[in-house]
Nanobody, 122 residues
Framework: QLELFQSGEKLVQAGGSLTLSCEGSKRMLSNYVVAWFRQAPGKEREFVGEIIGNPFSYSFEDSVKGRFTASRDNFRNIVKLHMNSLKPEDTAVYFC???????????????WGQGTQVTVSS
């Protein structure tokens, strides 16, 4: 069974940049769709975007489009979320998740990372 491991807690000032990583326990993470979700205190888990493995492509929600991008390191089996021009409203716990078909609902995913707290200070 695929397991996902995320990088540790991140803190940044507004306008700054961060990179989150999601490492798969199995080789060929590129065969999966890796999605990113985030959950702010008191709010539901929100779909942020997804990364298609093969061929590589990604798409993001309008709230982060133009500020967030993704990359993949096939050798180390890692997918990265690059976040730029961060805003205080981006503060949340960010989760990566994987399945074979993608989807915007958290219920579509069985495999989840442990979450990374991202705090953007104003």
């Amino acid at each position: 069974q695929l397991e996902l491991f995320q990088s540790g807690e991140k803190l940044v000032q507004a306008g700054g940049s961060l990179t989150l990583s999601c490492e798969g326990s199995k080789r060929m993470l590129s065969n999966y769709v890796v999605a990113w979700f985030r959950q702010a205190p008191g709010k539901e888990r929100e779909f942020v975007g997804e990364i298609i493995g093969n061929p590589f492509s990604y798409s993001f929600e309008d709230s982060v489009k133009g500020r967030f991008t993704a990359s993949r390191d096939n050798f180390r089996n890692i997918v990265k979320l690059h976040m730029n021009s961060l805003k205080p409203e981006d503060t949340a716990v960010y989760f990566c998740a994987a399945n074979s078909v993608g989807g915007r609902s958290p219920r579509a995913y069985d495999q989840w990372g442990q979450g990374t707290q991202v705090t953007v200070s104003s």
